[in-house]
């Protein structure tokens, strides 16, 4: 079985390069003594440039999905256990929603066939990049290392896991392909 092309290296390769830059925030983690961020977000961006130098239907794109999706799951987790202040979390919430749409366009212009879903795709990884600064800082400046009061931990896992089980119902009704 011949697998489908998604995306052209003309459009592509500026997914490859947007790819790339989670190695900047995966560098300041490095030099801030955060091995397991850094390990995140290198694998993240390897694995995703890797997928988009030849954006088809393939393994490539099932291993970008997932870890992807690990990737988002560690940065939501850090981002629960160390943004205490309401002023950061006004923020990220923000972002997360900017990210949130601008995936949501990509892919809704990628299905009507509008090329400007390249854009919309390149911004949500931009803000990802951006939100991945704003956390590592975060951690960095924290006093306490992540003691959020067990309250709030706990509710902030509840919503990470109701947002995971939203996409896997939505992606059990919707495919990508």
């Given at each position: 079985?011949e697998?489908?092309?998604?995306?052209?290296?003309?459009?592509?390769?500026?997914?490859?390069?947007?790819?790339?830059?989670f190695?900047?925030?995966?560098?300041?983690?490095?030099?801030?003594?955060?091995?397991?961020?850094?390990?995140?977000?290198?694998?993240?961006?390897?694995?995703?440039?890797?997928y988009?130098?030849?954006?088809?239907?393939?393994?490539?794109?099932?291993?970008?999905?997932?870890?992807?999706?690990?990737?988002?799951a560690?940065?939501?987790y850090?981002?629960?256990?160390?943004?205490?202040?309401?002023?950061?979390?006004?923020?990220?919430?923000?972002?997360?929603?900017?990210i949130?749409?601008?995936?949501?366009?990509s892919?809704?212009?990628?299905?009507?066939?509008?090329?400007?879903?390249?854009?919309?795709?390149?911004?949500?990884?931009?803000?990802?990049?951006?939100?991945?600064?704003?956390?590592?800082?975060?951690?960095?400046?924290?006093?306490?290392?992540?003691?959020?009061?067990?309250?709030?931990?706990?509710?902030?896992?509840?919503?990470?896991?109701?947002?995971?089980?939203?996409?896997?119902?939505?992606?059990?009704?919707?495919?990508?392909?």
């Open positions: 079985m697998e489908r092309l998604i995306a052209p290296w003309k459009q592509s390769k500026y997914l490859v390069g947007t790819s790339l830059m190695l900047g925030p995966a560098s300041y983690a490095y030099v801030n003594n955060m091995p397991f961020i850094t390990t995140v977000l290198s694998v993240t961006s390897i694995v995703s440039a890797n988009w130098r030849h954006a088809k239907y393939s393994i490539r794109r099932d291993c970008d999905l997932i870890v992807a999706k690990f990737s988002m560690i940065i939501f850090n981002g629960a256990i160390y943004v205490k202040e309401i002023n950061s979390i006004a923020v990220r919430i923000v972002i997360g929603g900017l949130t749409y601008s995936y949501y366009k892919h809704l212009l990628y299905k009507r066939g509008i090329d400007k879903w390249l854009t919309y795709h390149m911004s949500f990884h931009l803000l990802i990049t951006y939100e991945q600064f704003i956390l590592i800082t975060t951690i960095k400046d924290s006093d306490e290392k992540g003691m959020n009061s067990p309250r709030d931990s706990r509710l902030v896992i509840i919503f990470i896991m109701i947002y995971f089980m939203s996409f896997a119902i939505y992606f059990k009704y919707h495919s990508l392909s």
